[in-house]
C-alpha cells in the first residue's frame, strides 16, 4: 500500500521509480499508428488474452511454451497452429507487434496463446518455478555498440530466470543472424552451468521453424542466421 502509494507519487512527478530503473526498456513501445482494424484487436481482444499471471495453471496444460519479444508474433503464431495442445504466452512491449500477432491470433482462430504487452522481465518473478517446456529469445535486439552490451537481453540475471522457469527437459531456444550475439549468448549460457551446451551445426533451424520478416531481412542482407538450443540439464548433470 505505502510502496503503491511512493511509487504513484513518483509517477505523478514524472520521476523513475526503482522498479523501473531496473528494468528500464530501451526498445520502440511504438510504431505507426496502428490501422483501425488493429485498434479494434487491441481494444477487444487483447484485454480476453491478455496473460494474467495470478491465474496461470501451467499444470492444466499439456504443456506451456513462451516467446520472449516475438515481434510480429509470426513464429508464435506458427507455433501456436501446428501445436493447439499446447498453451503459449507471448510477451512483447511494442504495441504494434502485439496488434500484429492478434490479427494472427484472428485469422487462424487460434485458441491457446496468451498474450503478455509489456517488458517480460517484471513478469518473471509473478510466475513459478517449470513453468515453461520451451523458451524462446528469437533475433534479440543486438545492441552492437560495446557500451549498449549491457542491455542484451542474455545476462546472467535473465538466465537464472529462464533456468528457474523451464522444468525438467525444458529448453531454451535461441536464435541470432548477429554472430556477436550468438557468441555471447554461448558465453553466458556456458558461464551459468545450467544447460548442455548445443554441439553441431548451427546453421540448420529446428524442423518446425518458420521464417520471420525479420529473419528474411537479415537473409537478404548476407546474415546468417546461429540456431543454438540449450536443454536444460537434469540434476544429475548439474
Ligand atoms: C529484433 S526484434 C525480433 C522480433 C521477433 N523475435 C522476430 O524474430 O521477428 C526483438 C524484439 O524483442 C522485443 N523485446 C526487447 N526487449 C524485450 C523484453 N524485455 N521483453 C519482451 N520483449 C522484448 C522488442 O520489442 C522487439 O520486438
Not at 19 to 42: A, P, V
Not at 47 to 60: I, K, S, Y
Not at 154 to 172: K, Y
Not at 200 to 221: F, I
Request: hydrophobic share 35%.
Amino acid at each position: 500500500m505505502g510502496t503503491d502509494r511512493s511509487r504513484q507519487g513518483a509517477q505523478s512527478r514524472g520521476e523513475v521509480t526503482a522498479g523501473e530503473r531496473k528494468f528500464q526498456f530501451y526498445g520502440r513501445r511504438k510504431g505507426h499508428s496502428l490501422r483501425r482494424h488493429h485498434l479494434q484487436l487491441m481494444e477487444t481482444l487483447l484485454p480476453r488474452l491478455r496473460f494474467d499471471p495470478a491465474g496461470f495453471r501451467p499444470d492444466t496444460f499439456q504443456a506451456c511454451y513462451l516467446e520472449i519479444g516475438f515481434g510480429g508474433g509470426e513464429h508464435l503464431a506458427h507455433q501456436a497452429s501446428l501445436h493447439p495442445d499446447i498453451r503459449f504466452v507471448g510477451a512483447e512491449p511494442f504495441i504494434n507487434g502485439v496488434a500484429k500477432l492478434l490479427a494472427l491470433i484472428e485469422e487462424k482462430g487460434l485458441q491457446n496463446v496468451r498474450v503478455f504487452d509489456n517488458d517480460v522481465r517484471p513478469l518473471f518473478a509473478a510466475l513459478p518455478d517449470a513453468s515453461f517446456s520451451r523458451i524462446y529469445l528469437l533475433y534479440p535486439d543486438p545492441w552492437p555498440k560495446v557500451r549498449h552490451h549491457k542491455r542484451r537481453f542474455v545476462s546472467q540475471e535473465n538466465l537464472a530466470q529462464i533456468h528457474r522457469l523451464l522444468g525438467p527437459e525444458g529448453q531454451f531456444v535461441f536464435a541470432s543472424d548477429i554472430t556477436d550475439y550468438a557468441d555471447w549468448a554461448l558465453d553466458h549460457v556456458r558461464q551459468h552451468g545450467g544447460f548442455t551446451m548445443p554441439d553441431g551445426d548451427d546453421s540448420v533451424p529446428p524442423a518446425d521453424w518458420l521464417e520471420t520478416r525479420y529473419e528474411e531481412k537479415a537473409k537478404a542482407a548476407g546474415r546468417r542466421s546461429r540456431y543454438l538450443i540449450f536443454p536444460k540439464k537434469t540434476k544429475r548433470e548439474m
